[in-house]
């Protein structure tokens, strides 16, 4: 026998005043189209004096549920004292327009929101207790159900930083974020795909490794998502040579027909929990182990690969800042991806300075054409990353015996091969672009002759995004100055460049201000 | 000689396009008032098509700085691609115009945002560093300035979580938040204070210690926080009862004239960064030792006190949840407090349910005004709690051996002392006021016989915020059921009180689904 549920009754005792009804809990209101656009949030807007406050006594800033019958989400209340809304209205924020479907006049349901019980154990984690695998398929499915606010997906994005979740944590993150979407499945026994730890501009190798690879024949549905804390995300290079917002069928019609696609994972469905966090890191620029992780494998995962190659670049300025963090990070890849039935391969690289020429999305665009194409100036350190990769892939795949690999690679590159099957592929998509520099810029070179002995790849990047990269797609720079480089007083080291003037003076006094982003000793 | 600082020159090369000058980096714009009211975070609202894009290219949602000349902020940027907004204006809302005290039409300036370099610490923190001093300092300074998003906050307050922070660290915090505002000063020698962790309802003993001590001349400037995560704050039951939203010269007087105060801490401009940090605190309903010690201090510090009691209520659904926790928190608050200057006595306290039967701000007033006027049915665990305090602190400040305090405490209130002192310090506080309880009402009672066994009371607090309290001042309820009351079926358990029929329905619903709030073990 259950005491507790017995304990009390709520039936109305004499002299109690009664509630008027259940239906006092929501309110039917038409809806205005705000048209603001929030980034993510889902908001809405009531006035102050609005009459449903005198029977439902919601105050700001507050949770709300609205539902137009069909769609259900929740929402931010702010209140409005002005008079550009109707006081018999409720605008909206695009976000929430785009998740309930609805228009303008279109009416929706306001209601109470039911206590945010899952963030409890956000709390509790917080306060230093394990999570156990329920509760984060709880709070997984909250956050991806739009339950969470961004304050509380910040809160536990915290929660998972700094080493604080072990092996079975991730494991069991990865699995509740996989399961907030949808799991792909191919035809074909090996599925493969690759991801990076970002940090390191540069490093756009996916494009070349998906073509080389399914050149092969070999399957490779890669899904990446936009950048993080970079100026440019795999899948912001990539919508500057081809579209890369697919939905799901188009993606599957592309992958059936050559083999392989880079498409952007955000807006795809296929783990919505992951877009959601994502967003927030973004904004807040963190990341961590167990999120890296997480965010790779449920991606993995729910693309349906059997083996997965994890760049990660290791440098003092990269994301992964030594080779004993990188190692760290390895060991715990290679146990959450076989506890989820995938054989993971990380290869540890470089890290040290940019991969490539170009940060941005289109500079870094040009750096992928020029390898593709074969171009004589084409950056060694990006061709052969992609090679090196490439070859591990194609030894994965059964095309290539080991050791045999990255040959198989570089032929395919040198005779064209994956070039053909990139352009087949970006048709597939929806049809190849050719990526546009921004048409500001401005270089900065060396004050002294010296060789270059230090770069500082965070502030490489500061000073791309500042240039408005990701977002301004032609925005970023060109690194003309690697490591060991020998300069004369004058020589170019970077050029910026971006989308407006604002943003190119902006980049430059950063610039200016952090003279340490490139050390030239003197002779 | 600093080789980095002469690295490279920021002087254009031959044929590089050159910016067109500095003034590109700022934009003027009229301003439009919007009346958002977004409970704290400062919003600027711009056209999505608005001419100033193609000179700044700002993509939304991006942290951007607004000055009128005299002030400057920090707001987060939303685009509108509706035309309730003009193309040419900015729209702010109502925290933005109130930092930048402006009016519609006034001219601002937009600008870019410099990298928040401060929250590279709380990065690091996250990581596993600790914080050291200066940076605390630097990553205050940010939150009192607005320069943190509220998800930038939240991060902080993660990192704080969890014990993360060692004695050092707590003090440093707690400095650093103090140095964001003003320290005031008292000609008396003794200048007392007190804070209590929350958590526990009906634990309002602070506008009754307030009087009895200011009774004896003793001076108490006590600022108080509205509630955090509890359904009334000591600022939200004394403003049922007197203004409580003072300026510091209104403060000031108040106290030179009557020698004590309850006035509320928010807005008061002591702390900011306590202010700003408890608006998250208070959205996320999280709590630290950390912060509570760091809360409570920087108040007691800012307030100018000497001697600070600290009461510790500790039970199974407390805030503190076990004797070894408080004993924890204590040795912290004293080492902290020595280390600051102060001498802190805290009280460990029964916190296993609520102190008194109201909770929520108009009810807990109540049972403080039937405690200060001697009323026969005065709740006895309140009254107690409150003479212990107050018998402390007449003790600290010479106006009672030790042992005698509680007596002396007792006898003031007995002999009306306190009651006439109360209405003094209301009345200096701008007027007395009869604190009123929300019109709709439900009692919930017992289903069965027996006796009350378990009482939650994160359960009761939260059926309390769901009838709308703290922001409805008269929602809440009367608990009249302790540990051990023997019940027979149909005996009164609580009720709940709210201002709308709607907020009682939905505590109502909660209460239904969550039975085991008050165990009632069948005898």
Redesign the interface.
């Known amino acids: 026998m259950n005491?507790?549920?017995?304990?009390?009754?709520?039936?109305?005792?004499p002299g109690?005043?009664?509630?008027?009804?259940?239906t006092?809990?929501s309110?039917r209101l038409p809806v205005r189209?705000?048209?603001?656009?929030?980034?993510?949030e889902a908001l809405v807007?009531l006035r102050?004096d609005a009459p449903i406050?005198?029977?439902?006594?919601l105050?700001?800033?507050k949770r709300v549920a609205v539902s137009n019958g069909a769609r259900h989400i929740v929402a931010t209340l702010?209140?409005?004292?002005?008079h550009?809304l109707e006081d018999n209205a409720i605008g909206l924020s695009?976000r929430a327009r785009d998740l309930l479907a609805v228009d303008d006049g279109d009416w929706v349901e306001l209601g109470?929101l039911?206590?945010l019980e899952s963030?409890e154990q956000v709390?509790c984690k917080?306060?230093?207790q394990p999570f156990v695998a329920e509760q984060l398929v709880g709070i997984m499915s909250d956050v991806a159900g739009g339950q969470y606010?961004?304050?509380?997906?910040?809160?536990f994005?915290?929660?998972c930083?700094?080493?604080h979740l072990n092996i079975g944590e991730i494991t069991a993150l990865t699995l509740a974020m996989a399961q907030t979407g949808q799991r792909l499945q191919w035809p074909t026994p090996v599925v493969l795909d690759k991801h990076s730890i970002g940090g390191i501009a540069g490093n756009c190798t996916t494009p070349i490794i998906v073509a080389i690879v399914s050149a092969h024949g070999l399957t490779m549905p890669k899904t990446s998502s936009r950048a993080i804390t970079s100026p440019a995300g795999t899948a912001d290079t990539m919508q500057t040579m081809a579209p890369v917002d697919l939905d799901l069928a188009h993606m599957r019609r592309v992958v059936d027909e050559v083999g392989g696609c880079v498409v952007s994972s955000d807006g795809l469905g296929l783990c919505p929990a992951d877009e959601a966090l994502i967003r927030?890191e973004r904004?807040?620029?963190?990341s961590?182990d167990a999120r890296w992780i997480a965010s790779i494998l449920s991606k993995a995962l729910t693309a349906g690969a059997t083996h997965v190659v994890v760049d990660v670049p290791a440098g003092q300025t990269a994301a992964i800042r030594s080779r004993e963090a990188a190692v760290r990070l390895i060991a715990q890849l290679g146990a959450v991806g076989g506890a989820l039935g995938m054989q993971i391969l990380p290869q540890i690289a470089d890290g040290s300075q940019p991969g490539a020429r170009g940060i941005g999305p289109a500079l870094e665009a040009r750096d992928v054409l020029s390898v593709l194409q074969g171009e004589p100036d084409a950056p060694v350190g990006l061709t052969e990353r992609a090679v090196e990769i490439a070859g591990t892939l194609l030894e994965l795949g059964g095309r290539a015996v080991v050791g045999e690999g990255a040959g198989l690679a570089r032929k395919t590159l040198e005779a064209g091969l994956a070039w053909q099957q990139f352009q087949r592929i970006c048709n597939a998509q929806g049809g190849m672009r050719e990526p546009r520099c921004g048409?500001?810029?401005?270089?900065?070179?060396?004050?002294?002759a010296g060789h270059v002995s230090h770069v500082d790849n965070r502030c490489l990047n500061?000073i791309a995004r500042?240039a408005?990269a990701p977002?301004?797609p032609g925005a970023g720079m060109t690194f003309v100055a690697p490591l060991g480089t020998q300069v004369a007083a004058?020589d170019?080291?970077f050029?910026i460049y971006?989308?407006?003037?604002?943003?190119?003076?902006?980049a430059?006094?950063?610039?200016?201000q952090h003279?340490?982003?490139?050390?030239?000793?003197?002779i």
Do not use: K, N
């Open positions: 005491v507790m549920s017995e304990s009390y009754d709520c039936v109305a005792t109690a005043a009664i509630p008027s009804g259940s006092a809990a309110h189209l705000l048209g603001i656009d929030t980034g993510g807007y102050r406050f005198e029977a439902a006594g105050a700001a800033p702010y209140l409005v004292s002005a550009w695009s109470y039911p206590a963030f709390r917080l306060a230093g606010a961004d304050i509380h997906i910040a809160s994005l915290a929660a930083a700094g080493g927030i904004s807040l620029e963190l961590s048409r500001y810029s401005h270089t900065v070179s060396a004050a002294h500061r500042m408005g977002g301004a004058g170019p080291l050029t971006a989308q407006s003037a604002g943003e190119l003076s902006h430059l006094a950063y610039a200016q003279p340490q982003v490139i050390v030239i000793e003197a």
